[in-house]
Nanobody, 121 residues
Framework: QVQLVESGGGLVQPGDSLRLSCAAS????????MGWFRQAPGKEREFVSA????????VYADSVKGRFTISRENAKNTVYLQMNDLKPEDTAVYYC??????????????WGQGTQVTVSS
């Protein structure tokens, strides 16, 4: 089992930045590929970004490419999502997820409880 706890969400204005964190506990964090997903009201959950176990490979949704950066610190069992130039359409609950194995966009085994990000003027 892997337990994931997100933090760092909040209410910001368009153009602002936020950094989300996801702290993991349980099995060896560095064995897992980590991802961020989000779900806006009335919409399905969507992929945002993912990072390999080493941090050497990253993937982003087109909607956040160039604005968001995923990173991880295996020594701290933590993955981050730096979000810059936030837009109202980024408003959603953001979820951290972990998977053991290949693939970026689906098949995640463990999920956090989510953290709310609201972008509004």
């Amino acid at each position: 089992q892997v337990q994931l706890v997100e933090s760092g969400g909040g209410l910001v204005q368009p153009g602002d930045s936020l950094r989300l964190s996801c702290a993991a506990s349980g099995r060896t964090f560095s064995n897992y590929r980590m991802g961020w997903f989000r779900q806006a009201p009335g919409k399905e959950r969507e992929f945002v970004s993912a990072i390999s176990w080493s941090g050497g490979s990253t993937v982003y949704a087109d909607s956040v490419k160039g604005r968001f950066t995923i990173s991880r610190e295996n020594a701290k069992n933590t993955v981050y999502l730096q979000m810059n130039d936030l837009k109202p359409e980024d408003t959603a609950v953001y979820y951290c997820a972990a998977k053991y194995g290949s693939g970026w966009y689906a098949g995640y085994d463990y999920w956090g409880q989510g953290t709310q990000v609201t972008v509004s003027s």
